[in-house]
């Protein structure tokens, strides 16, 4: 059974950067296409970013942090980051990291396995 565990999230100044990282059990995470997403109070969840290495490493993200962060992967480790930078006080929400075992990143019912998610607070 894969279980995926967040850490790094936190209170962070508008401006600042965090890192979060996702490490995986039960499975190698080069084997799935690996998802954030986030979810703030009373909203539904939304995808933040993705990576999959099959047919060849490729990285995508959504529009509002395009630019700001970077999503990576440690094979060592078997952990995946969310390198965060220039955060603004949107981007507070909890974050979750997923794993696919399809080729599909959206909708979020794809995603197999989830983990219980990180808090990212950004001060305004």
Do not use: H
Request: proline share 2%.
């Amino acid at each position: 059974q894969v279980q995926l565990v967040e850490s790094g999230g936190g209170l962070v100044q508008n401006g600042g950067s965090l890192r979060l990282s996702c490490a995986v059990s039960g499975g190698t995470f080069s084997s799935y296409v690996m998802g954030w997403f986030r979810q703030a109070p009373g909203k539904e969840r939304e995808f933040v970013s993705a990576i999959r290495w099959s047919g060849g490493r490729r990285t995508y993200y959504a529009d509002s942090v395009k630019g700001r962060f970077t999503i990576s992967g440690d094979n060592a480790k078997n952990t995946v980051y969310l390198q965060m930078n220039s955060l603004k006080f949107e981007d507070t929400a909890v974050y979750y990291c997923a794993a696919s075992s399809s080729a599909g990143l959206w909708p979020p019912r794809t995603y197999n396995y989830w983990g219980q998610g990180t808090q990212v607070t950004v001060s305004s």
